[in-house]
């Protein structure tokens, strides 16, 4: 059995897609299944940690270990989280979340008239951008890169730009990587510049590796 060595943490996970709403009837969303984040849960779960999930839409099971919070949009998320924050000592931003949303919800749903609809999208709130500003020195923050180019270049970017200890980068040119399968390939980058690239595994052994990469931010106590 694995050690408890993350006795003591309270720990954050987002996980899964959000929901934007159209209408009452329609959404705009992405492809992820939550898959990761539970994996990471359940890791964080059996090392000892106290679990908080904040959760989109998925078909998964949480265990009853965990404190979790299922939400549809990137708002809710965001609240959710805001929430909880500052009690938190490990926070990790696996969810994906729609950088937009409809700019207005139409109170019913919308009929099919011209050959042409145009909907107007405004940016949503980014939950980690938002979290990492209000960061204090003993939280650890870790994100995660889903990229299509120029893989390592935006997720140093991100890194930066939302003040993460870690992030971790999954590219959707890897095969096997990535949304609703249940493997995952991954690079692991740190603020320092460090980083270490996973084989392809399952989303179960991936998780396990960001834990012991989370010992080794220097705030780690
Ligand atoms: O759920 P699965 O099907 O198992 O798929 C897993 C996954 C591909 C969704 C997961 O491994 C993953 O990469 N999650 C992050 C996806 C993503 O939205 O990445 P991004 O590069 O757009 O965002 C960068 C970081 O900022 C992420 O930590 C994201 O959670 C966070 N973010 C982004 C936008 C926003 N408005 N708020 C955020 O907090």
């Not at 492809?31 to 940690?49: C, D, P």
């Not at 009853?64 to 931003?93: L, P, R, W």
């Not at 979340?97 to 609809?117: F, G, H, R, T, W």
Request: hydrophobic share 40%; charged share 25%.
């Amino acid at each position: 059995s694995k050690s408890k060595d993350f006795a003591g943490k309270k720990v954050l996970i987002t996980m899964g897609p959000t929901q934007e709403a159209i209408d009452p009837v329609r959404f705009i969303s992405n492809h992820s299944s939550g898959k990761m984040g539970m994996a990471i849960v359940k890791a964080f779960l059996a090392r000892g940690a106290e679990v908080y999930a904040v959760s989109g839409p998925t078909k998964l099971t949480f265990p009853k270990e965990v404190n979790t919070t299922q939400v549809k949009s990137a708002q809710e998320m965001f609240e959710a989280c805001q929430t909880i924050h500052a009690q938190m000592d490990i926070c990790v931003f696996a969810a994906a979340v729609a950088d937009y949303k409809p700019a207005e919800v139409a109170p019913q749903k919308i009929k099919k008239s011209s050959s042409k609809l145009e909907l107007t999208l405004t940016k949503n709130v980014d939950i980690a951008l938002t979290l990492g500003k209000a960061k204090s020195a003993h939280q650890i923050h870790v994100g995660f890169a889903l990229e299509t180019e120029n893989e390592s270049r935006f997720a140093k970017q991100k890194l930066t730009k939302k003040n993460f200890d870690l992030i971790v980068l999954n590219s959707l040119r890897d095969e096997g990587a990535g949304f609703q399968i249940d493997t995952n390939k991954v690079s692991i980058i740190h603020a320092s510049g460090l980083s270490s690239e996973s084989e392809l595994l399952p989303k179960s052994q991936i998780a396990e590796l960001i834990l012991d990469e989370i010992k080794n931010v220097p705030v780690w106590i």
